[in-house]
């Protein structure tokens, strides 16, 4: 296993009917969507393999009954899997002990979902504490971590307040600060903004950035919506009927779709803020020019200077030009080249 993946997925699947380790069994580990539906199964996750890494924001998206939340059950073993192989840290966590699976929910998963979850009868504060409080941690230990929680995710002062005191957007950040209370090594969350109305579910993505570049965690988001995955995820897999389609950098996804239905994800993507210059550049490795700008640049970012330039820009990377990049280059990847 590499050092840097957290979770490994292999050939897992999680069916929904009668005996479907027996009937799995019966078909090699593979049966075909006629067999599935002629036996009365139900494929919510099918022979899905994929490596989450270390500090890695991956996003899971699909339409409804694609299998996404599934999978994230699974993977988090809320729902035991049907047949397949789950390590997490190297550990076999499929094998785990009733006793070894408690410890590394307390200790090592935190969890967020769409309806919060958070106990009415509780304020901020003993909300976000709860989970430490089952730790068994000390009672002003807690609280101060809590407080910490807190503060993170900008509530302070609301401590006292219960959930029906808040509005939607604080009641997840309740939720947040609750699940990182513990300090996990992987969060999953599922549409834990879908609920939310448009202004503050962006103002609750921007939020999750942040947090995200001060803690560095390993994430598994799960969303049916295209441009929140392309706004959070290092890659973004994308599933339909149970199965992963494609699994890739947002990039490479609008770029190279390997089917209409990514494709149809895709169409409306905001190009100027996926597509990195390196992606459109001319591979001249001999291009000079006395401009130049990184390959990894964004082409929303450095649109405007090469638009306005009558002489192609040098493309560099890791020092050394690789490249250059012109007004047809640009118009290219903003636009999609003339004639499609």
């Not at 075909?32 to 494929?43: H, K, P, Q, R, V």
């Amino acid at each position: 296993m590499n050092s840097d993946v957290k979770i490994r997925c292999r050939n897992l699947w999680k069916l929904f009917g009668p005996q479907p380790e027996a009937f799995l069994q019966e078909h090699g580990g593979h049966p075909t969507s006629e067999a599935l539906d002629e036996g009365g199964y139900i494929g919510a996750v099918r022979d899905v393999s994929f490596d989450v890494h270390d500090g890695e924001i991956l996003v899971i998206m699909g339409l409804s009954g694609s299998g996404k939340s599934t999978l994230i059950r699974c993977i988090s073993r809320l729902n035991d899997p049907t047949a397949g192989q789950m390590d997490f840290d190297g550990k076999d966590l499929l094998n785990a002990t009733d006793a070894e699976l408690i410890e590394i929910r307390r200790h090592k998963m935190g969890m967020v979902f769409q309806n919060f979850g958070l106990l009415p009868n509780r304020d901020v504060l003993s909300n976000v504490l709860f989970p430490l409080e089952m730790q068994g941690m000390a009672r002003d230990e807690r609280e101060a971590k809590a407080r910490e929680m807190i503060e993170l995710v900008g509530l302070t002062g609301r401590e006292a307040d219960f959930p029906a005191q808040l509005s939607g957007g604080q009641q997840q950040r309740v939720g947040i600060a609750r699940s990182l209370a513990v300090d996990p090594d992987v969060w999953f969350l599922d549409e834990p903004f879908s609920a939310l109305d448009p202004l503050i579910r962006a103002e609750m993505q921007d939020e999750f950035i942040r947090l995200q570049k001060v803690l560095k965690k390993t994430i598994v988001f799960i969303t049916h919506d295209f441009e929140e995955a392309i706004k959070l995820a290092d890659r973004i897999g994308i599933m339909k009927d149970g199965q992963m389609v494609q699994l890739d950098t947002p990039e490479n996804i609008v770029l190279n779709p390997v089917n209409d239905y990514v494709a149809e994800f895709a169409r409306n993507a905001p190009l100027d803020r996926i597509v990195t210059v390196g992606a459109i550049m001319l591979p001249e490795k001999g291009a000079e020019s006395s401009q130049s700008i990184d390959a990894s640049d964004l082409i929303g970012d450095v649109a405007r200077q090469v638009l306005s330039s009558e002489v192609p820009f040098a493309v560099a990377h890791g020092g050394k030009i690789v490249g250059s990049v012109g007004r047809e280059q640009m118009l290219d990847g903003l636009y999609g080249p003339e004639g499609q």
